[in-house]
């Protein structure tokens, strides 16, 4: 197993300078992807079992005993679609920083994003509802991201209990979709509003 990496090798990353990957994983950098992606998979399928099961437990109670097999079919696929997504993320988003370390010489951020750019590619394995889901769910992050970026470099300022505001944005939204755009609402998401608030 690689050690922690010496204070020498950080200060090489600080700098920006190349750091072989013999430093950072045992064995080839094929063999630490393949590593990365059976652990992931091995921890996803737990983690997407309830995630997709439970729903269906939920909301689709009558199909699942009018229709046992093909919902079933239809849970593990999603189950083992979504585990492929995460494994193959995180496997490929290592595998191609040592690429681009190595087929640039450097050990720099360029090299993650290139990675992350690349390994974002893995969310084809799931099916476009799904990736619409994922994608509302990071863009609050980017947001998130972007303005605590611009806050540091002294461009914008922090307002006072200003999550309160966004919340309360999104909520009249979401609110407003209720009342009059229902088709805008997720099937599950719907139902759950409704019992919740009531039909409109």
């Not at 393949?34 to 995630?51: E, G, Q």
């Not at 090299?111 to 619409?132: D, G, H, K, M, W």
Request: overall charge positive; proline content about 4%; charged content about 20%.
């Amino acid at each position: 197993m690689v050690g922690p990496i010496s204070k020498a090798n950080l200060d090489k990353v600080y700098r920006g300078e190349f750091i072989p990957c013999s430093v950072v994983h045992d064995h080839s950098c094929e063999m630490n992807a393949l590593r990365k992606w059976s652990i992931v998979f091995t921890m996803a399928y737990k983690f997407y079992i309830p995630i997709h099961l439970l729903p269906t437990l939920i909301f689709k109670r009558h199909q699942l005993l009018q229709r046992p097999i093909e919902i079933t079919k239809k849970v593990v696929h999603n189950i083992i679609m979504s585990s492929l997504f995460i494994s193959v993320y995180v496997s490929s988003f290592w595998y191609f920083c040592c690429v681009f370390r190595n087929k640039r010489l450097r050990t720099d951020k360029w090299n993650v994003i290139f990675a992350a750019f690349i390994c974002s590619f893995a969310v084809l394995f799931e099916p476009a509802n799904r990736r619409t889901e994922l994608a509302l769910y990071m863009f609050p992050r980017f947001l998130e991201s972007a303005f605590l970026f611009l806050e540091k470099r002294g461009y914008l300022k922090s307002i006072p209990n200003g999550e309160v505001l966004v919340f309360a944005f999104a909520l009249s939204i979401i609110m407003y979709s209720y009342q009059n755009e229902e088709r805008n609402i997720k099937s599950t998401y719907l139902s759950m509003f409704k019992k919740f608030w009531g039909k409109n």
